[in-house]
């Protein structure tokens, strides 16, 4: 047998990967792992006999998830296991999940992406050599892009990067005086501190813990934290006010007093840091889109006008109209009277994400 490689006109099991994506996002979205769901089909009738989602480091993989939550173990038996991930091949904390499958006796394995990481891929071979149909590509793109932080992390073995800035509609960061609170509206804040409680870390230059002394914490609109906070991370060498708010972050900061972006991303992988939001300031946001090390832009645009210096970024080695970074629009939502723009760094064909026009 060999493993298959879904034609783009069968959609027979679209609709279960559609739900394996559903439920993985059970799963946190920070970490060294992914949101991994599976949902296991009876051979004939095509009907859901069980579900699974991984809920991080130290629980069951999806595919066990599912195995287990099966009414009884006989059913696995010539069934159809649906998994976002190629199922691991690795031992981790739980064992491979490709022999778990392989003993079940699941005689069919459905996966979106094939797993990257050198330690756990080989699951679709080791099914295929143990005689399971293997099929894969199902619903890819869509899987791809659920899994684009973790995947691009592990591929590239560096933190996915998301630079995030809040600007007026020309381009300004900050009035002449430096004063910038609040340049969004309270919805894009609520917004931004959602995607914050989402990311391992959040870093800034040395610069703006200086001049802004921002906490860098996941709030709730009322103040209160999210359950997952983020790590604060600071670039740059000159020493920081022991008062600073970051010191009072429930997570202990982590400093770089360097200015080289893909060193201290080394690092932060090697730290299991697998998702960082860049918050600014300009240098060093410009240090990072200048590296080519951005992996996504999330932007709020504030209807207003300030003139002046004070942009978002600074020098990012462009000297002329045909050396600009071309960006292509995924999202394009209104928040409030705000604008949000998710946009990512343009290789390749158009990806044919949602836009929602205003
Ligand atoms: N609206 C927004 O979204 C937003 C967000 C953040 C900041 N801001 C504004 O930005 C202003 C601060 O601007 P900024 O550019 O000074 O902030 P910054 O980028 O936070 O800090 C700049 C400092 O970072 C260090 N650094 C780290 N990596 C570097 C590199 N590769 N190259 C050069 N220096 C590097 C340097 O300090 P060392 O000398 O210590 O090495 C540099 O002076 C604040 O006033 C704030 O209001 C606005």
């Known amino acids: 047998m060999a493993i298959q490689h879904v034609n783009q006109s069968d959609h027979s099991f679209d609709v279960a990967m559609a739900r394996a994506l559903e439920i993985s996002a059970d799963g946190p979205t920070y970490g060294v792992n992914p949101q991994v769901g599976c949902v296991i089909l009876h051979p004939v009738t095509g009907q859901i006999l069980a579900e699974g989602a991984h809920h991080g480091v130290g629980t069951p993989h999806a595919e066990i998830a599912a195995l287990t939550a099966l009414a009884d173990p006989e059913l696995a038996k010539g069934a159809i296991a649906v998994v976002t991930l190629e199922p691991c091949n690795h031992q981790g904390h739980t064992g491979p999940c490709s022999q ?20 756990a891929s080989g699951g679709a071979e080791a099914l295929d050599a143990a005689g399971v149909r293997v099929i894969e590509g199902v619903l890819a793109d869509a899987v791809e892009r659920h899994l684009r932080v973790w995947l691009t992390a592990v591929r590239l073995q560096r933190p996915f990067i998301t ?8 381009g300004r960061t900050a009035a002449q ?8 509206n309270r919805e894009s804040r609520a917004h931004s501190h959602l995607l914050r409680s989402q990311a391992d870390a959040i870093l800034v230059g040395t610069g703006t813990v200086i001049d802004d002394d921002p906490a860098l914490t996941a709030r709730h609109p009322d103040g209160t934290l999210y359950d997952h906070q983020p790590i604060p991370i ?24 360097q200015h080289s972006p893909s060193e201290a991303l080394s690092e932060m992988f090697a730290h299991g840091i697998r998702h960082v939001i860049v918050e600014g300031g300009p240098t060093t946001a410009s240090a990072f889109i200048g590296d080519h090390l ?36 995924d999202v394009l939502e209104r928040i409030g009277d705000d604008i949000f723009i998710q946009a990512t760094p343009k290789k390749g064909p158009r990806p044919e994400y949602i836009v929602e026009a205003i």
């Open 163 to 170: 630079l995030k800035w809040a600007s007026t509609l020309d």
């Open 100 to 119: 778990a499958l392989i003993k079940a006796g699941i005689a069919t394995v459905v996966y979106g992406v094939k797993d990257p990481s050198a330690e």
């Open 234 to 257: 600071v670039l740059g060498r000159r020493d920081l006010p022991p008062a600073a708010k970051i010191f009072q972050s429930p997570i202990t900061p982590i400093r770089y007093q």
């Open 294 to 329: 951005v992996d996504e832009f999330t932007l709020y645009l504030a209807p207003k006008l300030l003139g002046g210096w004070r942009l978002g970024i600074t020098q990012i080695g462009v000297n002329n109209i045909a050396g600009a970074h071309e960006l292509t629009i």
């Open 177 to 184: 005086d430096g004063s910038s609170q609040w340049i969004s």
